[in-house]
């Protein structure tokens, strides 16, 4: 059992737990000082408690997920690093990988519950600029050879400048590996092909996959509200697991759920149009960027980042009134 206090040796050095932050069924956060002195970071461990209470032929999921997130993070170059997590140290504590990450002021998840709590919901402008940012951080991701699959508002991070990084890569599946795989990441950001199997049971995704989830994100960042799709797919998972989908299938003759609504689309463009700054987007623009990440089939959906950039853009340009914070979206 981790307490505060206890040191934790890695590759470049020692580090003390503070306090905890977070955890999940894969790890746990604290937040920890150099034993020698220095800047706080996260040190993120294996959940060996949960890892436990699985079964002995799962338990290596635990350690493969977390190594798989330290060997993504070590093979990125410093320039890559602008939009995602840097990573400070890595090694092993008690037969496990762990890793030190940059300490971030928070998620966007409670950032976006803070400003909403203030009253000052962000203007469409810098939803924009947020979403190009994920959207630059995935770049990323899928040049080198990976695809994310977990996008969604707490695993991007908020630095002091008000600028996303995207974290959490132990969900991280080879682009390369185009064979079905096992369920994984968060059942209210994803994809169809993500949440519902194939006749085999199992799930076939690609890089299309991941912006999908750009899509929900931009509708959650905009109208404050996430999409039933996802809502549905969420209470699918958590009422009967994996036999969710095909209980959400049965309950809609078949198909699926709307994945955009006639008034989630009315929605979404009226809080665009009646933006909180004097910049009133173009709402062809702004609903066709929407529908494009939003589409169904993954081939129905952009291509490549810098498809979606020139969405983005052509959104941004329909604007009025000066950019807001274009220089971090750059």
């Known amino acids: 059992m981790l307490e505060a206090g206890d040191i934790i040796s890695l590759t470049a050095g020692a580090w003390r737990l503070r306090e905890p932050l977070a955890s999940s069924s894969y790890g746990v956060l604290w937040h920890a000082m150099p034993a020698g002195g220095g800047q706080p970071a996260v040190l993120k461990l294996v959940n060996t408690e949960q890892m436990a209470l699985a079964l002995p032929p ?49 998620d966007l998840a409670r950032h976006l519950d803070r400003l909403r709590s203030h009253g000052k919901p962000p203007s469409f402008g810098q939803a924009l600029v ?47 590996d185009r064979a079905a795989h096992s369920y994984t990441g968060t059942a209210s950001w994803q994809a169809p092909e993500q949440f519902f199997p194939d006749a085999g ?57 709307a994945i955009l609504a006639p008034d989630e689309a009315a929605l979404f463009l009226r809080h665009a149009l009646h933006d909180n700054s004097e910049a009133r987007p173009d709402g062809e623009a702004a609903l066709g960027l929407l529908r494009a990440l939003l589409a169904p089939r993954p081939e129905q959906r952009p291509r490549h980042a810098l498809e979606i950039s020139r969405l983005i853009e052509r959104a941004l340009t329909a604007c009025r009134a000066p950019r807001p914070a274009l220089r971090s979206a750059a």
Request: with cysteine; net charge positive; aromatic share 8%.
């Open 201 to 257: 049971g199992a799930y076939r995704t690609d890089a299309r996959s991941d912006y999908f989830a750009l899509g929900a994100l931009l509708y959650h960042i905009v109208t404050g509200a996430m999409l039933r799709f996802g809502g549905a797919c969420a209470a699918a998972w958590r009422t009967h697991g994996a036999d969710g989908a095909a209980m959400l299938r049965a309950g809609h003759g078949g198909g699926l759920p």
């Open 58 to 106: 799962q338990r290596p999921r635990w350690s493969a997920c977390l190594a798989a997130e330290i060997a993504f993070l070590r093979s990125l170059q410093p320039w890559d690093q602008r939009h995602i997590v840097r990573l400070l140290d890595s090694g092993e504590h008690q037969g496990q990988p762990a890793m030190a990450l940059e300490l971030l002021d928070g």
């Open 130 to 176: 947020w979403i190009a940012q994920a959207n630059q951080a995935l770049a990323k991701v899928h040049q080198y050879g990976w695809r994310h699959l977990d996008l969604k508002p707490s695993n991007l991070l908020v630095d002091a400048g008000g600028a996303l990084k995207l974290a959490d890569f132990g969900t991280n599946r080879a682009l390369a």
